[in-house]
């Protein structure tokens, strides 16, 4: 996909058919190496990173909104969103720093915008964002900035930099929440390899909950569930020590966590 430019009066679109004082911002999350990674932007011309992030307009529902947005500022399309939280405390705007401000107007003075000013004021007020999380393979996922963004990038989240404004806030807050709701989000199909070993399985788990897991204890209770299908041995010369490979039955998967899958640790 490639990058988008800037549209003819897309400031004065933008002010006159967004939804007053509403956003959506988007923690889209991916697994690999053993880490749990983000999605981040970098701004153009400046080492200024955010969450993909927009703005609702007043003929679209707020689901209808995420999906536009996150296809406009990184080009995904066809991706699982779940609304977490919305974030509305009124010194929102005050976590546009200063420093922050200064920054948006000079990447913005050097992006074009035909015909038009850029109205820093009208990005920094205070706005109500409705934050969405999804969950994606990034091996078979590729992003592509907008044309305000220089590049994406996938960013460890132990590993992430002082965002804009509340960004930090707003993953910290999806990572809690993906916790929260871990027995009822496809987090182990969406995140992994059709294929996988016990282990890759038990390192995804520990990576979002933070904390190690006893192996057999592990394996024990992910068995019980009945979702896993066994594979034969990965081939290493050595077929006794191989680990098996395991993909996950998805009907079975569908219906454990339509109800909650029940794992607890």
């Not at 011309?45 to 406009?72: K, M, S, V």
């Not at 019980?224 to 998967?253: C, I, N, W």
Request: proline share 4%.
């Amino acid at each position: 996909m490639e990058q988008q430019e800037p549209q003819r009066n897309w400031m004065e679109h933008l002010q006159a058919n967004a939804l007053p004082h509403n956003a959506i911002d988007c923690v889209i999350l991916g697994y690999q190496n053993e880490q749990l990674k983000v999605l981040l932007l970098k701004w153009k011309f400046e080492d200024l990173w955010c969450l993909p992030g927009g703005y609702i307009y007043q003929t679209e529902n707020f689901d209808e909104a995420a999906h536009r947005i996150l296809a406009e500022r990184t080009g995904l399309t066809s991706i699982y969103l779940k609304q977490f939280y919305t974030f509305g405390q009124l010194e929102r705007s005050q976590y546009y720093r200063p420093e922050q401000v200064a920054l948006l107007k000079k990447i913005l003075a050097q992006i074009p915008l035909e015909g038009q000013d850029w109205d820093v004021d009208w990005f920094t007020k205070r706005f109500v964002s409705t934050g969405y999380f999804a969950l994606v393979d990034i091996e078979q996922t590729t992003a592509q900035p907008d044309f305000l963004s220089e590049r994406c990038a996938w960013c460890s989240v132990e590993e992430v930099p002082s965002l804009l404004a509340d960004h930090n806030k707003i993953l910290q807050k999806a990572l809690e929440q993906l916790r929260i709701q871990l027995n009822y989000l496809p987090v182990g199909i969406s995140l992994l390899p059709t294929k996988f070993t016990m282990k890759d399985l038990q390192k995804l788990y520990e990576s979002i909950l933070g904390v190690s897991l006893q192996r057999s204890n592990f394996q024990r209770k992910i068995l019980k569930l009945g979702m896993l299908v066994r594979h034969e041995k990965q081939m290493t010369g050595a077929a006794h020590k191989a680990p098996y490979l395991y993909s996950f039955d998805k009907e079975k998967y569908a219906a454990l966590v339509e109800r909650g899958i029940g794992f607890s640790f």
